[in-house]
Nanobody, 128 residues
Framework: QLQLVESGGGLVQPGGSLRLSCAAS????????IGWFRQAPGKEREGVSC????????YYADSVKGRFTISRDNAKNTVYLEMNSLKPEDTAVYYC?????????????????????WGQGTQVTVSS
């Protein structure tokens, strides 16, 4: 069974940091593009950061550029989202998603409809 499991969320003060992990089971991430999305209460889901299956390309939403870093460790079958200088407006449920690209490509996908598999989400709350 193909599964993505997010972890690393929690409560953090403004200016703090968290590292989210997205671990895959039942398949290897080598040929998958990965995206991190978030959804805050009353708001639409948005693409936060995405990485190509080749890891050669990344995308960041303007709201997180310079603060968040996406990376992947195919040996550990895990993708990470390092989040620094967190703000209250970063509060949301964060989801990772995977899209099978069949081969390693530099193409970036960062719309939700482009993804095949989703994790259950992890809550991030930024508050003093």
């Amino acid at each position: 069974q193909l599964q993505l499991v997010e972890s690393g969320g929690g409560l953090v003060q403004p200016g703090g940091s968290l590292r989210l992990s997205c671990a895959a089971s039942g398949f290897t991430l080598d040929y998958y593009a990965i995206g991190w999305f978030r959804q805050a209460p009353g708001k639409e889901r948005e693409g936060v950061s995405c990485i190509s299956s080749s890891a050669g390309s990344t995308y960041y939403a303007d709201s997180v550029k310079g603060r968040f870093t996406i990376s992947r460790d195919n040996a550990k079958n895990t993708v990470y989202l390092e989040m620094n200088s967190l703000k209250p407006e970063d509060t949301a449920v964060y989801y990772c998603a995977a899209r099978n690209t069949r081969v390693r490509v530099t193409s970036i996908f960062c719309f939700g409809y482009q993804y095949d598999y989703w994790g259950q989400g992890t809550q991030v709350t930024v508050s003093s």
